[in-house]
């Protein structure tokens, strides 16, 4: 994208300092460069630009020393387009006129994509593991993670919560014993898988 820089405050307060012409084949940005106080622009474009060429909003608030961007849209064109832009500062105190010319697009080509045949095919999908594989895998993963002391302290906590619930014989106990059983076998299955 093109950029229309415009200078702001830079030789005096509201002073503007532009391009005598500026040519672009389409959208394309104004930047307000401002060297010194914060101040108000207003962006105009005559008559003929007017029917092509628009910004979102025509005035402008530019900080002390910072550049603004402003987006210029334009529309497409069949043949050139010729008019001025205006740029006002300090509340109509200082004017400049840029002459824009708006040229039309070269045609690229279609907007064809062509795609391959083999994209339209769905992926082959790998075999799937015996069982036996995957748990093997999933031992790997455990020793690579670091998760045998974990695994030991888990069977440990398993030996000493049967051993428990063997030497109480209550059913409370035994219950509680199995269902503790059950959701750390979840929680370590979900982990390692």
Do not use: C
């Not at 550049?67 to 509340?91: F, M, N, Q, W």
């Amino acid at each position: 994208m093109s950029t229309l820089s415009v200078e702001l405050n830079g030789d005096a307060v509201h002073s503007i300092r532009a391009p005598a012409r500026f040519e672009t084949t389409g959208p394309f940005a104004v930047s307000l460069e401002n060297a010194g106080r914060s101040t108000h622009v207003h962006l105009h474009f005559d008559d003929d630009l007017d029917r092509v060429a628009s910004v979102d909003e025509t005035n402008h608030f530019v900080d002390d020393e910072s550049t603004r961007h402003v987006h210029v849209s334009v529309g497409d064109v069949a043949e050139p387009v010729r008019g001025k832009l205006k740029i006002v500062t300090g509340y109509g105190s200082e004017t400049r006129y840029v002459d824009l010319r708006i040229e039309p697009r070269e045609d690229t080509g279609p907007d064809e994509v062509a795609v391959d045949e083999a994209l339209a095919k769905p992926p082959e999908r790998p075999p799937e593991l015996p069982p036996s594989q995957r748990a093997a895998n999933a031992v790997d993963r455990l020793i690579e993670r670091g998760g045998v002391p974990g695994a030991i302290a888990a069977f440990l906590a398993l030996a000493a919560g049967v051993s428990v619930a063997l030497a109480l014989d209550s059913a409370v106990v035994t219950a509680a014993v199995v269902a503790v059983l059950a959701v750390s076998l979840g929680a370590a299955l979900l982990a390692v898988w």
